[in-house]
């Protein structure tokens, strides 16, 4: 049975006050409607300083405290009072902090969230549709309840100052508006019918100034052109010849001695000289097991059993009929369990002795590693035939795999060796690679390396060369050649571009296909 979280009933204390009367009295009459998409994307960009300054103290955030660790910072936390947002503790059944929110003027604008993700949520993060506005995460290991605390008592005159910006850009936004109203109303039609001629993928986004066209150019990559109202229609014969030439540079001959590149704006966070350095986990061979076994676990599943005939919805299996089964190769054992008033038959799997998974009515959980169940409530139970065809090849499918195991815990633990030598010798390589008049960054991440160079052909560009750790000795005579096709890929083209990955940031575009 679970213990109650117990804790002294301590006193709260006031946060320090940031804000004078005047400031005060224009808080309490700030509004928080509904924002736009470029609203949305302005308080996310100001929350990114706010959090580097006051939370992430200009570093990047690495790594989290153990979860076991959470109940005793959020009670800390909950302790604190702020004098202008007030304060909402929202507690589980045992008697820990789930969350805490902030609100100004009855809204919500600020929520702390204890759950496994740990995030900081603000009042913009319901407007996310392309990328991750509005989702935060804690500071650095050490500094998480200073880093909170300053947030807590920055944050109202950040609403304050930003909120004000925001009513100085609306009379700009709306001469802007009119401007596209006055733009030719037929653009979609014309950019569908210049993506039909290329047979390209495509994403078409109005903002207040232009539109963003998105233009697939392989399955990673994508050309992003951005295209004032007001000039339109003199630059529309010029987007295939700029597509058609970028693609023609990344795809020819001149390519082989040279990587992937990105070609991006300069982030306000980017200084040039500095290494950023992410955080790379020891190599854990717990977690390396568990990642092999679900991605081979998984397509076994889909092939015997996920991709067959099922049952009607909310329809049970008989477990009972199925322990009674004789599989080659699994030892059974069956337990019964009450739950909601009905028995629920539960039958255990194992290989020498092992327990691999169990089935009941309505899911299979595997025990052999770790996050994987498939749970059929709601999606139709497989039929017997299915769930027969995978245990009779299942002691097969595990015993076949156990010699790939050992190589590939063995591959990884070598590549993670790797990766921390890469992360020691890249900016030390950098400094014998470019010259003294060239601006660049070094950033180590989890799993690749890589440099920021910016492009003296294009105002405010940057390229962005990924080194691979487990290969990076091969490549280093490679960067030089992307970063002088870049510069003539973008010297040559006939309108200003950005290249970029269908990485995080872009996941969620929705690729359209010209009619």
């Not at 947030?151 to 936004?173: M, S, T, V, W």
């Not at 005939?309 to 004789?326: A, M």
């Not at 993670?416 to 030390?428: D, E, S, V």
Request: include cysteine; charged fraction near 30%; glycine fraction near 4%.
């Amino acid at each position: 049975m679970k213990k109650h979280l117990e804790y002294k009933d301590e006193k709260s204390t006031m946060l320090e006050e940031h804000l004078s009367q005047e400031e005060k009295a224009l808080l309490n009459n700030i509004k928080f409607k509904k924002l736009n998409k470029s609203e949305c994307k302005f308080w996310h960009l100001e929350m990114q300083k706010l959090l580097r300054e006051k939370v992430y103290f200009d570093s990047y955030r690495t790594g989290s405290i153990e979860a076991k660790n959470w109940a005793k910072v959020f009670e800390t936390i909950a302790l604190w009072d702020s004098p202008n947002m007030e304060k909402e503790v929202i507690r589980n059944k045992d008697n820990y902090i789930e969350k805490i929110n902030y609100s100004i003027n009855s809204n919500v604008v600020l929520s702390l969230s204890a759950n496994s993700s740990h995030h900081i949520v603000t009042f913009f993060e319901k407007e996310n549709k392309l990328t991750n506005y509005g989702i935060y995460y804690f500071g650095r290991k050490g500094k998480v309840e200073v880093g909170v605390k300053n947030l807590l008592e920055y944050f109202p005159k950040f609403c304050l100052e930003n909120a004000e910006k925001i009513a100085g850009r609306l009379d700009k936004h709306l001469k802007n508006e009119k401007i596209a109203q006055v733009a030719d109303k037929n653009i979609p039609l014309i950019v569908n019918d210049l993506m039909k001629k290329i047979d390209a993928d495509y994403d078409l986004e109005e903002t207040e100034k232009s539109i963003l066209l998105r233009i697939r150019t392989d399955e990673y990559r994508f050309v992003e052109l951005s295209l004032p109202h007001k000039s339109f229609l003199k630059r529309v014969d010029k987007i295939i010849p700029t597509v058609e030439h970028i693609k023609q540079n990344i795809y020819g001959d001149t390519t082989k001695n040279t990587l992937d590149f990105a070609l991006d704006s300069k982030s306000k966070y980017l200084n040039w000289g500095e290494v950023q350095e992410g955080f790379l986990d020891d190599f854990n061979k717990s977690v390396t097991h568990n990642r092999f076994w679900k991605k081979h676990c998984q397509t076994y599943c889909d092939k015997t059993l996920l991709d067959g005939e099922k049952l009607e919805k909310n329809t049970f299996i008989d477990s009972r009929k199925i322990y009674t089964w004789n599989i080659p190769g699994l030892q059974t054992k069956i337990i019964e369990s009450e739950s909601e008033g009905r028995m629920i038959f539960y039958v255990e799997y194992y290989i020498d002795d092992v327990l691999l998974f169990e089935i009941n009515d309505y899911k299979i959980t595997f025990y052999f590693f770790d996050g994987c169940h498939f749970n059929f409530w709601d999606k139709g139970q497989p039929k017997e035939q299915e769930w027969y065809r995978f245990l009779e090849g299942f002691a097969q499918f595990y015993k076949e795999l156990q010699p790939d195991l050992k190589t590939y815990l063995k591959q990884e633990e070598e590549e993670h060796k790797i990766a921390t030598l890469a992360r020691k010798n890249i900016p030390i390589v950098a400094q014998t690679l470019f010259d003294k008049n060239q601006e660049y960054a070094t950033y180590l991440f989890g799993e690749t390396g890589g440099f920021y160079v910016k492009m003296k052909s294009a105002r405010g560009r940057v390229c962005r060369v990924q080194l691979e750790y487990k290969n990076y000795k091969e490549n280093i005579d490679k960067i030089i050649p992307t970063i002088e096709l870049a510069e003539k890929i973008l010297k040559e083209s006939p309108l200003p571009f950005k290249l970029l990955n269908t990485d995080w940031d872009f996941l969620n575009i929705k690729w359209k296909k010209a009619k």
